[in-house]
């Protein structure tokens, strides 16, 4: 008897992520009744439901969550699988899929890429930008060739290096008392903050570097969480807030007198690149971690 095939497989990843049969449909250039069709076979194939259709919604089952991750991680697989057989002795054509969080892909990876594009012009790159767990998430489940991301993180089934060190800053608006007397823990503690997510590597950073000064960042009064340092920039230049970023991140807001930086020493970070041990790594992968200050 046949089993699932990678169409099925991609099919059921596209309707899984977006919840519309007809805007899955779209995505993978089929009608809407051959989708149906093809999740239809698979559910019967194996007996089980991988969708309650609620209404003219559609809705993942328990069975069909746990089985997405490794339905792209099999067709992940299956691509890497692929481009080891096509990969020829150069690089002149290919697709590298990259993560990085937000500070290190905005910042300080944009001119890398561009000296492998200098390089090797065939090679499309394509980035996404997230924090350091979707990120390595991404490269775990083989959406990215390769991450990028601030800290450390603990995954096992992911290899690392350094590629850079970050320098954190505590940044408010000119007017803020903070701004012309340091803080100590005490006044840390007492103020008004606007930070990233939970998850990114930017705050993980600042609560380690908080709790080194003896600040418990549970203490902390968070009056915002934003999903960005441009916008935690913007919010920042209007109010009494104080915020915590890569000093690149603040950089152009500092020198052009838009906020400061406050006087009180923070940890500095590494930047990392990420890969998967056990993953097939691409030519253009190696090559391009390779080039990597350190490779």
Known sequence: ?????????????????????????????????????????????YGTRLFNRVGRGIELTETGRLFLPEAKAALAAASAAELAL???????????????????????????????????????LALTLGNTETVAQAVREGEADLGFIEGEIDEPALGSRIVAMDRLVIVTAPD???????????????????????????????????????VDPLALDIVMTLPSNEAILTALRGGIFAGAMSAQAA???????QLCAIDFALPVRAFRVLWHKERYRTRAARTLEAMLPGG
Do not use: K
């Open 251 to 257: 950089e152009a807001a500092i020198v052009a007198g």
């Open 1 to 45: 008897m046949i089993g699932m095939t990678l169409e099925q497989l991609r099919i059921f990843v596209a309707v899984a992520e977006r919840a519309h049969l007809t805007r899955a449909a779209e995505a993978v250039h089929l009608s809407p009744s051959a989708v149906s069709a093809a999740i239809r076979a698979l559910e019967e194939r």
């Open 176 to 214: 803020h008392p903070w701004a012309s007397a340091a803080p100590d823990g005490a006044a840390l503690a007492a103020g008004r903050w606007i930070l990233r997510e939970a998850g990114s590597g930017t705050r993980s950073a600042f609560e380690a570097g908080l709790r080194g000064n003896g």
């Open 86 to 124: 096509s990969e020829g002795t150069n690089l002149g054509r290919g697709r590298l899929n990259l993560g990085a969080s937000q500070t290190v892909g905005t910042y300080w990876l944009p001119e890398a890429l561009m000296r492998f594009h200098t390089a090797y012009p065939g090679i499309a």
